[in-house]
């Protein structure tokens, strides 16, 4: 399951990882950043080429979508039918 909080950047552009999100992350470890429109990305380096392919099309289909929903093109469905769609697309 995914984990959400909510963070600020400083003046410095400094950016604090709330701990909760951070466990398996020590100091030091280094951390590939990517942009993607409105949406950065933090992955570990050390598992980073591992995942980046599959990382960067989710990405993409995050943004598409957010693009869709702002413009009005959705459809609303219950939780149920929500997850069917989602497994089908395997």
Do not use: H, Y
């Not at 400083?10 to 951070?22: C, F, N, T």
């Not at 429109?37 to 570990?44: E, S, T, V, Y």
């Not at 289909?61 to 939780?79: L, N, T, Y």
Request: glycine share 4%; proline share 2%.
């Amino acid at each position: 399951m995914s984990q959400i909080d909510i963070t600020r950047m400083s003046s410095k552009g400094q950016v604090v990882i709330p701990a909760e999100l951070r466990k398996d992350m020590k100091e030091g470890d280094k951390i590939v950043v990517i942009r993607n429109n409105d949406q950065i990305i933090l992955k570990k380096a050390n598992r980073f080429d591992k995942n980046l392919e599959e990382d960067l099309i989710v990405a993409k289909r995050v943004e598409e979508s957010w693009k869709d929903i702002k413009q009005g093109r959705f459809k609303r469905m219950s939780p149920e039918d929500f997850l069917k769609e989602i497994r089908s697309l395997k």
